[in-house]
């Protein structure tokens, strides 16, 4: 097998080994920017605004980020295909993976207000310096709304056989009803945060984040893999659930204490909007009456700093390292290619022990 390499940002050709975590987001956002590149001429042929607004949208998908979903979805996948499959037909299943996720932050980022989004402005603010802050609310929800119809366009086109791809569709909807159910449970939870509780904060993590930042992504590659294996699919639920929720945890923690110059969003964005996360919630779990009498009314940077008195964020990096552990352990005895089962171990520790 002769040696391909990685040209642009499109594999010229896919090797039937795993490629490299760069070669394999290389590839996606090459089907990626071929496939925008094609919406927004066919936009452009209509009203030279609506290119401009699909525009806009094609930049706020490839505007970078970690690519964790459609990575997962390719190791998922790669535990059960193996080293020697290639990955070229799937790749537009997996750019599809990404498009959601742009649907799902620009609405995310509208809900809560967000001024900006990997160190960038948020569309909703995008539009609202174009026409004012009634038209970029508005336009962003279009935003997002076009980029989940782009995502059920370009997974139509994965190279899998009508039954497979049947399969694949099925996961895809349960992940974007999982996520739409924890979307609307976290902005329930902002309207009365008093009556949130940890087990709650809890269940929104699992929807909002757990289940289609990596559960779903990875039963996502497993069906890609036209895999029956109860086992494997058992494996892959228990470690999705506990790296998804370490996942969260972990953004609840940079919600907080991240730097915004690595993060790219405002500091302490979780405070000012009252989000009920479960640092919070374990915030006045464990803090003592004088710290919950204080924390309502303080300034954002005093409750930062009444939060860590507490002794919460250090319960979280416990429940972070607990369900990592958890995750690890699912992949023992799971039958699981080796190259994937080496690769999920290093991302359950990459995406959960992060800096942004």
């Known amino acids: 097998m002769a040696n391909h390499t990685l040209e642009g940002n499109r594999l010229e050709a896919i090797p039937r080994q795993p490629v490299s975590h760069r070669a394999l987001i290389g590839a996606v956002e090459g ?21 401009g607004f699909a525009r806009t949208a094609r930049d706020l998908v490839m505007a970078g980020g970690k690519r964790v979903r459609p990575t997962f979805a390719y190791w998922g996948w790669r535990g059960v295909a193996g080293s020697g499959e290639p ?24 809900m809560d207000r967000s001024a900006t989004r990997r160190g960038r402005p948020t569309a909703h603010r995008i539009f609202a310096a174009q026409h004012g802050e009634q038209f970029g609310d508005a336009a962003a929800i279009l935003v997002g709304d076009l980029c ?28 974007r009803v999982e996520v739409v159910a924890g979307q609307y449970l976290d902005v329930l939870g902002e309207t009365d945060p008093s009556a949130w509780s940890v087990e709650r904060a809890l269940l929104v993590a699992r929807h909002k984040t757990a289940s289609y930042t990596v559960q779903w992504p990875l039963g996502f590659g497993l069906a890609l893999g036209a895999s029956t294996r109860a ?7 228990v470690y999705g659930l506990a790296v998804g929720e370490a996942f969260q945890l972990r953004d609840d923690l940079l919600g907080v204490y991240g730097d915004p110059a690595i993060t790219g969003k405002p500091a302490c964005d979780d405070l000012r909007t ?10 006045r779990q464990m803090a003592t009456p004088a710290q919950l009498d ?10 930062a700093e009444i939060i860590t008195a507490t002794g919460a964020p250090a319960r979280v990096e416990e429940m972070i390292s607990e369900r990592v552990g958890t995750a690890v352990a699912a992949l023992d005895d799971a039958p699981v290619h ?5 690769a999920l171990v290093e991302l359950a520790t990459a995406t959960t022990y992060r800096p942004a």
């Open 231 to 237: 086992d494997l699919e058992e494996a892959y639920q």
């Open 338 to 342: 080796p190259d994937a089962r080496a």
């Open 31 to 51: 089907t990626l920017a071929d496939f925008l590149a094609c919406q927004i001429a066919s936009l452009d042929t209509v009203d030279p605004a609506l290119g």
């Open 294 to 303: 204080e924390l309502p009314t303080a300034t954002i940077t005093r409750q």
């Open 274 to 283: 009252g989000k009920p996360t479960t640092l919070l919630m374990l915030a």
């Open 87 to 110: 990955v070229e037909g799937l790749l537009p299943a997996l750019g599809a993976l990404e498009l959601m996720h742009t649907f799902a932050l620009v609405h995310d980022d509208l």
């Open 148 to 175: 989940l119809v782009w995502a059920d366009q370009l997974l139509a086109r994965t190279d899998l056989p009508a039954p497979v791809l049947m399969e694949v569709r099925a996961r895809y909807d349960r992940m």
